[in-house]
């Protein structure tokens, strides 16, 4: 009953942007933290960013800052990821996955991940 389905991927050119989705359904956003999460082929997962849900504490990893913000809309129990000026080095599949409360930059400490989402950045 507990899912996370993520969507917006696709493929763009360089310097392009996107705007990806995280719904949630059999649970409310309101007590929990979502992160997001990328790996390529040959890479180890990566922690990109993560918006908590009572104190709205957001963070971001080093790669994307000032080119990628979080955001939540907890009437529709969503949360996005709005991705700018877009390098080939983003290419990877995106996942969202959430965790009680407080953030996390680990995936172990995830409780529910989505199914994921392949961006490709390439000209």
């Known amino acids: 009953q507990v899912q996370l389905v993520e969507s917006g991927g696709g493929l763009v050119q360089p310097g392009d942007s996107l705007t990806l989705s995280c719904v949630a359904s059999?649970?409310?956003?309101?007590?929990?933290?979502i992160g997001w999460f990328r790996q390529a082929p040959g890479k180890e997962r990566e922690g990109i960013s993560c918006?908590?849900?009572?104190?709205?504490?957001?963070y971001s990893a080093d790669s994307v800052k000032g080119r990628f913000a979080i955001s939540r809309n907890s009437a529709k129990n969503t949360v996005y990821l709005q991705m700018n000026s877009l390098k080939p080095e983003d290419t990877a599949v995106y996942y969202c996955?959430?965790?009680?409360?407080?953030?996390?930059?680990?995936?172990?400490?995830?409780?529910?991940w989505g199914q994921g989402t392949q961006v490709t950045v390439s000209s």
């Open positions: 059999g649970f409310t956003l309101d007590y929990f933290a």
């Open positions: 996955a959430a965790r009680s409360y407080d953030c996390s930059g680990y995936g172990d400490e995830y409780d529910t």
């Open positions: 918006i908590s849900s009572s104190i709205s504490r957001a």
